[in-house]
């Protein structure tokens, strides 16, 4: 059964799918693993992506960003100077006027954007109403969901559900077995801004303790990046290139690439033809120097961060997730690293885990449908949700490894490495339910078990030789009555 799923975030749009229960990223057309949320209007079209990037440069006036932070807005809450177009009101929905041209909602915007990924999942998929699930705030209100979720219907998905951004990171994270028990902080830091999850973890269940955000991002690295480029500029040849809007662009542009280059790299050039009077910008960037310019922008995510554990210091924090391009770069995950520095940090691509956890949410919901239909059913926002009604353990010869434990929610996965034996014994509450072994095996074979336990309490199992490659499949029915 397969899935998608999407990360719209202010800056860059990801979409993953998940096939055969892994999740992965996918790239547009373009190649490119993320998707711009710019949008541009040239000669009757709106073009997304990095077509629209590349008119933020030759008309700014006919290009909008941060099309997140527009939507579900009133015009009064926002900054029109962070924008080169126009920008108007009507029917409580926020308008682009592009150079005096054509008028666009920001709604119908956002869909041209979904409909670029919705180009993506097709080419992944085949065409086709793929179940979808779509991140979103955690803050989210209740107009924003309406809109998000109308403009990826109207592109063609077909929206199972709507996931928090931190949750997702955390599904990610947790796709392969049952979570520990204990406490988890995930910290996003995204093109623009930043937030704080602090999340209990119980029995595979996430509840929220406390969350926090701030508008900070990425966003001040391109800038402190660009600060230095043009007094580098202007002192080499006497002039203000931060004066001309359309160099000043050009500048910010070459700054976000450094940004993303020196996240895997030591060194990025970052070179501009007739910036400024037909003058180049030649200039040579390290990450010493790099890590320089934005350790004030660092000063303040780590004083917003230190500002919300402080308030929880009585609660020892199991692990840390990091979500968020701007997680990419290695100075911010050192610095979190210091915060926690006894809690194991998870930063396995951190721009791409809310794709791919909303993608295996969805995964989710098309292998087992009632999970939407009863969380849909509840009048009273709560949802009923079935537990393994007894311990389930696993032996081989005198050795018992615990598997899963009493009143986990269900349906529930778990991966476990077995000691050296041949012949596997699954029991719940102490009693044997099944028992099974792998052909050709001995007992100094070292065996992998693949546990799946239904909402019906019936169990699928695979038991594989991890020296021969050999399986044994298991299938224990329904207890009556459950």
Do not use: W
């Amino acid at each position: 059964m397969s899935g998608v799923g999407i990360a719209f975030g202010n800056t860059s749009a990801f979409i993953a799918v998940c096939r055969e229960g892994r999740s992965e990223v996918v790239a547009n057309s373009a190649g490119e693993r993320s998707t711009a949320t710019v949008v541009a209007y040239q000669e009757g079209e709106l073009l997304t992506g990095t077509p629209a990037v590349q008119m933020t440069v030759r008309q700014p006036a006919n290009t909008v960003r941060d099309l997140k932070s527009l939507l579900a807005c009133r015009l009064s809450s926002v900054d029109p100077s962070a924008q080169a177009c126009k920008l108007d009101e009507h029917s409580e929905e926020i308008v682009v006027n592009f150079g005096n041209v054509a008028r666009k909602g920001v709604s119908a915007l956002t869909k041209s954007v979904f409909d670029n990924l919705k180009e993506t999942a097709d080419s992944a998929l085949g065409e086709g109403k793929h179940d979808t699930v779509v991140s979103i705030p955690l803050t989210s209100s209740t107009e924003y969901k309406n809109i998000i979720k109308k403009c990826a219907i109207s592109a063609g998905f077909n929206v199972v559900d709507l996931i928090p951004e931190t949750i997702a990171a955390m599904v990610s994270a947790d796709n392969t077995a049952v979570p520990d028990d204990g406490h988890t902080v995930v910290v996003r830091v995204g093109g623009s801004s930043m937030s704080v999850t602090l999340a209990k973890v119980l029995s595979g269940m996430y509840s929220l303790v406390d969350h926090m955000e701030e508008g900070i991002g990425g966003n001040l690295f391109d800038k402190s990046i660009g600060k230095f480029l043009c007094d580098d500029f202007n002192r080499k040849n006497r002039c203000k290139v931060e004066e001309n809007p359309r160099s000043f662009s050009k500048v910010l542009r070459a700054s976000k690439g450094a940004k993303h280059n020196l996240s895997t790299m030591n060194t990025s050039e970052c070179n501009i033809e007739s910036l400024f009077d037909g003058m180049d910008l030649i200039s040579n960037l390290s990450r010493p120097r790099f890590e320089t310019l934005i350790q004030n922008d660092l000063n303040k995510m780590k004083d917003a961060i230190q500002k919300f554990i402080s308030k929880h210091s009585d609660i020892a924090i199991n692990r840390v997730v990091l979500a968020g391009g701007t997680c990419k770069v290695p100075k911010v995950q050192s610095v979190i690293g210091q915060l926690f520095p006894n809690s194991p940090i998870t930063n396995s691509s951190p721009d791409e885990v809310i794709a791919m956890g909303s993608a295996s949410h969805a995964g989710m919901i098309g292998k087992y449908p009632s999970l939407s239909t009863k969380a849909e059913s509840e009048s009273d926002g709560t949802v009923s949700i079935p537990l393994c009604p007894t311990d389930i353990e696993v032996r081989v010869g005198d050795t018992v490894t615990p598997a899963i434990p009493k009143n986990t929610p269900l349906p529930c996965l778990k991966e476990i490495e077995l000691p050296e034996g041949n012949v596997i014994v699954i029991e719940a509450g102490g009693k044997c339910i099944a028992k099974a072994e792998v052909p050709g095996s001995d007992d100094k074979s070292k065996v992998s078990l693949h546990l799946e336990i239904l909402e019906d309490c019936s169990i699928e199992a695979i038991i594989k030789d991890s020296f021969t490659n050999e399986r044994t499949s298991v299938h224990v029915p329904a207890p009556k009555g459950a």
